[in-house]
């Protein structure tokens, strides 16, 4: 079984600050980690994934996580945030090797604020 | 570029109605599916297909709910009766094979009143 637990559902950061979002995982296999994005009444668009390779992962829009093994951790962090940042973020996880057979976290509220 | 399309984007029924929704995935995608994404949780796969045929429904409540995609291109999924519980936004994905990523749609909201 795999889980990802989110430690905050809601992160308020001030425009041009950095950004944090937590996400620790349980697998019983080395797993594939992703992070979504959702903005209000939007689908959902892939930030980032990590599949084995190298250990910080680098996405869109200036968002990169690292895969922390001792940790079981997956955190998202950005050097400065926007406003348009301002959006649902997911963390996921699935079986190693498929980006499908996705299991969601429940979501971190990010707020960016001037 | 390419986007997966969902109709309709909103929808209020009462409970015990019949509701649809519509998918049409990324041309040449094989695999689609079908998520629900109560409020202030994450989505949770309902089914998923490869071209025409289920190959994961183990969380669809077959009582009340079904999917199809009968030419293993567009895909609709029905809720008969409605309850309030049904309440969340549906998310339509697709990806070209069963391991690769998946792209979403803007999704499906109904409320049950």
């Known amino acids: 079984a795999q889980s990802v637990t989110q430690l905050d559902s809601h992160v308020s950061v001030s425009e041009g600050t950095p950004v944090l979002l937590r996400c620790n995982y349980s697998s019983s296999y080395s797993p594939s980690l992703f992070w979504y994005v959702q903005h209000p009444n939007k689908g959902l668009q892939l930030l980032l994934k990590y599949t084995s390779a190298a250990t910080l992962v680098k996405g869109i829009n200036g968002f990169e996580a690292e895969f922390k093994k001792s940790e079981t951790s997956f955190h998202l962090t950005k050097p400065s945030a926007h406003m348009s940042d301002a959006a649902e973020y997911f963390c996921?996880?699935?079986?190693?090797?498929?980006?499908?057979?996705?299991?969601f976290g429940t979501g971190t509220r990010l707020q960016v604020t001037l | 570029e390419a986007e997966v399309a969902q109709s309709p984007r909103y929808k209020i029924t009462e409970k015990s109605q019949a509701v649809a929704f519509w998918c049409d995935p990324i041309s040449g995608h094989a695999t689609l599916y079908w998520y629900r994404q109560i409020l202030g949780q994450g989505p949770e796969l309902l089914v998923q297909?490869?071209?025409?045929?289920?190959?994961?429904d183990s969380q669809l409540p077959k009582d009340r709910f079904s999917a199809e995609r009968l030419k293993g291109v567009d895909s609709t999924l029905k809720i008969q009766p409605a309850e309030l519980g049904d309440s969340a936004m549906y998310l339509c994905a697709s990806s070209l094979g069963p391991t690769g990523e998946l792209f979403f749609g803007e999704g499906s909201r109904l409320t049950v009143l």
């Open positions: 996921v996880v699935s079986a190693p090797g498929t980006a499908s057979k996705l299991t």
């Open positions: 297909f490869q071209d025409e045929s289920v190959v994961d």
